[in-house]
């Protein structure tokens, strides 16, 4: 499935994430009325690695787009505006007269054959994996070689509800039967937070869904500026403070990642109980030569 021009990585890689938010909202909950996602113990503030995924996701297809199209091996599989299913059946469309959907009867063969069609086509299929075999036009199971955690905040953050006003109303009834000339609504942020992350990429797994260099070197540039075609008004002020990589020098690894990860030092500035802006945060990256032998350190912010 891989070619010369998308060399199969061959190496394991951890890296570190950083990002900061101010005045805004990284991750509403829909569960809480929107409101920045927060560990309810501690009141850090949560980031999902699914909004993340979909930031890369967005920006990997932007990335990617020539005119009237999407680059041949970039197209992405989870869509705004698309039914997964749909995507699916352009496997089957595409390699009709090879493969043929029969339903149950469908031939292990052709699934398997759907299902490399999908990781040569799909990016975010060939990073992240998908699971394809729950509804018709099964393309089969695969399990990505990038990995994503949850992100968190370093500090508590604290989420203020604002009550915001409008002049224009949402529906033409409301604004018959009302006597005010406004609208009201709400909207929930942050005044600061520093958010912390991790990420894992399995050589072994890219093997089997062709990811290779080219994918490697969009996904790292898509880590380094995925804010910066995201803005909102919720979002006005977020940005991308440090991607500390770890490269192993074989696949199966040199050291344990959270060995790693624990050299990354983040730390609040002396005399600073609540912090408000990133220059009051200190960074410390690994000295390399403190690092286990066959590992190395990368500035991934450079790579972006």
Same mark, same amino acid.
């Given at each position: 499935?891989?070619?010369?021009?998308?060399?199969?990585?061959?190496?394991?890689?951890?890296?570190?994430?950083?990002?900061?938010?101010?005045?805004?909202?990284?991750?509403?909950?829909?569960?809480?009325?929107?409101?920045?996602?927060?560990?309810?113990?501690?009141?850090?503030?949560?980031?999902?690695?699914?909004?993340? *995924?979909? *930031?890369?996701? &967005?920006?990997?297809?932007? +990335?990617?787009?020539?005119?009237?199209?999407?680059? @041949?091996?970039?197209?992405?599989?989870?869509?705004?505006?698309?039914?997964?299913?749909?995507?699916?059946?352009? +496997?089957?469309?595409?390699?009709?007269?090879?493969?043929?959907? @029969?339903?149950?009867?469908?031939?292990?063969?052709?699934?398997?054959?759907?299902?490399?069609?999908?990781?040569?086509?799909?990016?975010?299929?060939?990073?992240?994996?998908?699971?394809?075999?729950?509804?018709?036009?099964?393309?089969?199971?695969?399990?990505?070689?990038?990995?994503?955690?949850?992100?968190?905040?370093?500090?508590?953050?604290?989420?203020?509800?604002?009550?915001?006003?409008?002049?224009?109303?949402?529906?033409?009834? @409301?604004?018959?039967?009302?006597?005010?000339?406004?609208?009201?609504?709400?909207?929930?942020?942050?005044?600061?937070?520093?958010?912390?992350?991790?990420?894992?990429?399995?050589?072994?797994?890219?093997?089997?869904?062709?990811?290779?260099?080219?994918?490697?070197?969009?996904?790292?540039? +898509?880590?380094?500026?995925?804010?910066?075609?995201?803005?909102?008004?919720?979002?006005?002020?977020?940005?991308?403070?440090?991607?500390?990589?770890?490269?192993?020098?074989?696949?199966?690894?040199?050291?344990?990642?959270?060995?790693?990860?624990?050299?990354?030092?983040?730390?609040?500035?002396? &005399?600073?109980?609540?912090?408000?802006?990133?220059?009051?945060?200190?960074?410390?990256?690994?000295?390399?030569?403190?690092?286990?032998?066959?590992?190395?350190?990368?500035?991934?912010?450079?790579? +972006?």
């Amino acid at each position: 499935m891989s070619t010369h021009a998308n060399k199969l990585i061959e190496n394991r890689y951890d890296f570190v994430y950083l990002f900061d938010c101010q005045d805004g909202n990284p991750n509403g909950d829909p569960d809480a009325d929107n409101s920045p996602r927060t560990d309810p113990e501690t009141f850090q503030g949560l980031v999902s690695d699914v909004c993340l *995924k979909r *930031k890369i996701r &967005d920006y990997a297809l932007y +990335a990617k787009s020539i005119e009237g199209g999407v680059e @041949k091996g970039y197209d992405i599989f989870v869509l705004g505006g698309n039914s997964l299913e749909r995507r699916q059946e352009l +496997a089957y469309e595409n390699l009709k007269g090879t493969i043929e959907w @029969k339903g149950k009867e469908t031939e292990k063969g052709d699934i398997e054959k759907a299902r490399q069609w999908m990781c040569g086509n799909f990016f975010d299929v060939r990073t992240f994996g998908a699971v394809m075999s729950t509804q018709n036009f099964n393309c089969g199971q695969v399990r990505g070689p990038v990995q994503i955690t949850f992100s968190r905040s370093i500090d508590r953050v604290l989420s203020t509800e604002h009550g915001i006003t409008r002049v224009a109303y949402t529906r033409e009834e @409301k604004r018959e039967s009302s006597s005010g000339s406004t609208e009201l609504g709400r909207k929930h942020t942050i005044p600061y937070g520093l958010y912390r992350g991790y990420g894992f990429i399995n050589p072994v797994f890219a093997a089997q869904t062709s990811f290779g260099e080219n994918d490697l070197a969009l996904l790292w540039k +898509a880590l380094g500026n995925l804010f910066e075609l995201d803005r909102s008004a919720a979002r006005g002020n977020m940005a991308v403070r440090g991607l500390h990589i770890f490269k192993h020098d074989c696949k199966l690894g040199n050291a344990q990642a959270q060995r790693l990860f624990d050299t990354i030092k983040v730390a609040k500035n002396k &005399d600073v109980e609540t912090p408000r802006s990133f220059a009051e945060y200190t960074i410390t990256s690994p000295d390399p030569e403190s690092l286990p032998t066959g590992i190395t350190y990368i500035d991934g912010m450079a790579l +972006a």
